[in-house]
């Protein structure tokens, strides 16, 4: 019943009160964001979602777009402003997904949405992770977020399905704000710079078992 029903209904409820209570910090930042970093003010990018099913994800951008002598975006780590930093480890760059949530796109609560290209790459086991709404928070994220491996993170996301509850939702979302009041650099780092792409990684290990396989 929650799953199903109740959970849906919060979020629509939730996500609405949070953009009409936030308005004003929302278009505060939406200024800062266009003087501080440029335009567009938000960063957009396909995502997976419930049964695998594609939404754009909105976010407030936290980097610049500087570029080297030939034109090629530099390194995120020089692009990534102290604003964009402060942005990252307070959360507030994840604002504008409360319209993804209002949508349907996403949940207040559950795994978070990775980038398209890692499809491929999970195993049956993992994939039951698109078996709900990707979510603003989760699980993985307050567990060591960006400091635990992908295999580790993507365990707790399968962990959150299989006991996806009220009690649950609301044990994340305590420990969600004691991560970004305790934590706020942990949060604002980058995961590929922590722990390398999930592709890759998934990538070169199956190279490496069809290597053996053969041996």
């Given at each position: 019943?929650?799953?199903?029903?109740?959970?849906?209904?919060?979020?629509f409820v939730?996500?609405?009160?949070?953009?009409?209570?936030?308005?004003?910090?929302?278009?505060?930042?939406?200024?800062?964001?266009?003087?501080?970093?440029?335009?567009?003010?938000?960063?957009?990018?396909?995502?997976?979602?419930?049964?695998?099913?594609?939404?754009?994800?909105?976010?407030?951008?936290?980097?610049?777009?500087?570029?080297?002598?030939?034109?090629?975006?530099?390194?995120?780590?020089?692009?990534?402003?102290?604003?964009?930093?402060?942005?990252?480890?307070?959360?507030?760059?994840?604002?504008?997904?409360?319209?993804?949530?209002?949508?349907?796109?996403?949940?207040?609560?559950?795994?978070?949405?990775?980038?398209?290209?890692y499809l491929?790459?999970?195993?049956?086991?993992?994939?039951?992770?698109?078996?709900?709404?990707?979510?603003?928070?989760?699980?993985?994220?307050?567990?060591?977020?960006?400091?635990?491996?992908?295999?580790?993170?993507?365990?707790?996301?399968?962990?959150?399905?299989?006991?996806?509850?009220?009690?649950?939702?609301?044990?994340?979302?305590?420990?969600?704000?004691?991560?970004?009041?305790?934590?706020?650099?942990?949060?604002?780092?980058?995961?590929?710079?922590?722990?390398?792409?999930?592709?890759?990684?998934?990538?070169?290990?199956?190279?490496?078992?069809?290597?053996?396989?053969?041996?």
């Amino acid at each position: 019943m929650y799953k199903n029903c109740i959970k849906r209904c919060l979020d629509f409820v939730l996500s609405l009160c949070g953009i009409i209570v936030l308005s004003p910090v929302l278009l505060v930042l939406m200024v800062l964001v266009r003087t501080k970093l440029g335009s567009p003010v938000f960063f957009k990018q396909e995502r997976p979602g419930k049964n695998e099913k594609i939404f754009t994800l909105c976010k407030f951008r936290t980097m610049t777009d500087e570029r080297d002598e030939n034109g090629n975006l530099l390194p995120d780590a020089v692009r990534l402003t102290k604003f964009g930093q402060f942005l990252r480890g307070t959360s507030l760059d994840e604002l504008p997904e409360l319209f993804n949530i209002l949508k349907g796109d996403m949940s207040i609560v559950g795994p978070r949405p990775l980038l398209v290209s890692y499809l491929p790459y999970y195993s049956e086991r993992e994939r039951l992770r698109h078996s709900v709404r990707p979510g603003l928070t989760g699980l993985a994220q307050v567990s060591g977020r960006n400091f635990i491996d992908w295999d580790r993170r993507l365990e707790k996301d399968i962990e959150y399905v299989e006991n996806l509850s009220f009690r649950m939702d609301m044990k994340v979302l305590r420990m969600t704000v004691q991560t970004v009041l305790g934590h706020t650099e942990e949060v604002a780092q980058d995961t590929n710079a922590v722990e390398g792409n999930f592709a890759e990684i998934r990538k070169k290990r199956l190279e490496e078992a069809g290597k053996a396989g053969k041996n």
